[in-house]
């Protein structure tokens, strides 16, 4: 549509741009393939790298949630530091094993030497747009 003007501003999305630049309308221009989530959910890691959300959505939502998991959230408190949040459906509990596995799956991506702490809690608030957040930097 050459009428539609296109319109750049800055809100934060982290995406991949396409190699295809090939429009069916005729336009060749930069197209977004992928969107991977907000540079504010973007956890900065002690040697400089940077990890998107999407690991800790796959790791804790899908490969170590069987059904008990309701909500969860990654807190960044410091390089190094992190506190996963989470709160359990009917009043399940992850067991020792598999709260180890999941630890040892997040430091293998957050370092090594990273703490990671599992709190369980009654509650995890959504933020002020009313979303879910998956990851908090503090």
């Given at each position: 549509?050459?009428?539609?003007?296109?319109?750049?501003?800055?809100?934060?999305?982290?995406?991949?741009?396409?190699?295809?630049?090939?429009?069916?309308?005729?336009?060749?221009?930069?197209?977004?393939?992928?969107?991977?989530?907000?540079?504010?959910?973007?956890?900065?890691?002690?040697?400089?790298?940077?990890?998107?959300?999407?690991?800790?959505?796959?790791?804790?939502?899908?490969?170590?949630?069987?059904?008990?998991?309701?909500?969860?959230?990654?807190?960044?408190i410091?390089?190094?530091?992190?506190?996963?949040?989470?709160?359990?459906?009917?009043?399940?509990?992850?067991?020792?094993?598999?709260?180890?596995?999941?630890?040892?799956?997040?430091?293998?991506?957050?370092?090594?030497?990273?703490?990671?702490d599992?709190?369980?809690?009654?509650?995890?608030?959504?933020?002020?747009?009313?979303?879910?957040?998956?990851?908090?930097?503090?």
């Amino acid at each position: 549509n050459r009428i539609m003007p296109l319109v750049r501003y800055r809100i934060g999305d982290i995406g991949e741009w396409s190699e295809d630049t090939n429009c069916n309308c005729g336009l060749i221009s930069k197209k977004l393939k992928t969107i991977a989530g907000r540079n504010t959910e973007t956890i900065i890691l002690d040697d400089g790298s940077v990890l998107l959300p999407e690991f800790i959505i796959h790791t804790v939502g899908v490969e170590f949630n069987k059904g008990e998991i309701s909500r969860f959230q990654l807190q960044q408190i410091d390089k190094d530091r992190f506190v996963l949040l989470l709160m359990m459906n009917n009043g399940s509990s992850l067991s020792e094993i598999v709260e180890q596995k999941l630890i040892l799956t997040l430091k293998s991506k957050l370092g090594k030497g990273s703490q990671i702490d599992i709190d369980i809690v009654d509650d995890i608030p959504l933020n002020i747009s009313g979303k879910h957040s998956y990851v908090i930097i503090n």
